[in-house]
């Protein structure tokens, strides 16, 4: 097994999450303006070339700014002492 992790494939990332949210999951909308910003980071998983997954990291305060409404992270007790935060979230394929 040969993982591989990529930072610039952000249509396969698209790809990923249109199948799991949109396709399996019902979400009409799994995208929004957290997407297009800079400090979003889109990041691929490949398992032996094979497209299985991926992520996007965010600060949670552009989250805040673009999507207001959204739930607030979960406090953690890891993050004790930490006063901004970033999101992480993840799909995996198939």
């Known amino acids: 097994m040969s993982p591989q992790i990529k930072t610039s494939a952000r249509d396969?990332?698209?790809a990923?999450?249109?199948?799991?949210?949109?396709?399996?999951?019902?979400?009409?909308?799994e995208f929004d303006g957290i997407d297009?910003?800079?400090s979003c980071v889109h990041a691929t998983l490949y398992v032996d070339?094979?497209?299985?997954?991926?992520?996007?990291v965010f600060?949670?305060?552009l989250e805040?700014?673009?999507?207001?409404?959204?739930?607030?992270s979960p406090t953690c007790t890891f993050d004790e002492g930490?006063?901004?935060?970033?999101r992480t979230c993840w799909a995996a394929w198939p």
């Not at 070339?49 to 996007?56: K, M, N, Q, T, Y």
């Not at 930490?82 to 970033?86: D, E, S, Y």
């Open 12 to 14: 396969d990332a698209f």
């Open 36 to 38: 297009d910003n800079p």
């Open 82 to 86: 930490v006063t901004v935060g970033r």
């Open 64 to 72: 805040r700014a673009v999507a207001p409404e959204s739930p607030q």
């Open 16 to 29: 990923v999450r249109r199948a799991v949210f949109i396709d399996e999951q019902g979400y009409e909308n």
């Open 49 to 56: 070339d094979e497209l299985v997954g991926c992520s996007r």
């Open 59 to 61: 600060p949670e305060l």
